[in-house]
């Protein structure tokens, strides 16, 4: 059941790089992968907001 968990993370990071702003918390592992995703793709920093 562990390999759902893994999906599901992979399923929701991959959202995340496409969405148009991407807001979270600055202090997780996945929002960091999230964020150099998103620089590494060509999104705009603007794009990326922490609270």
């Known amino acids: ?9 992979t399923v929701d990071m991959d959202i995340a790089t ?3 702003v991407f807001v979270d918390n600055g202090w997780l592992s996945f929002t960091s992968n999230i ?17």
């Open 18 to 20: 496409r969405v148009a």
């Open 1 to 9: 059941m562990d390999y759902i968990s893994d999906l599901l993370t």
């Open 35 to 51: 964020v150099r995703r998103r620089l590494v793709d060509g999104n705009k920093s603007i794009t990326i907001r922490f609270f």
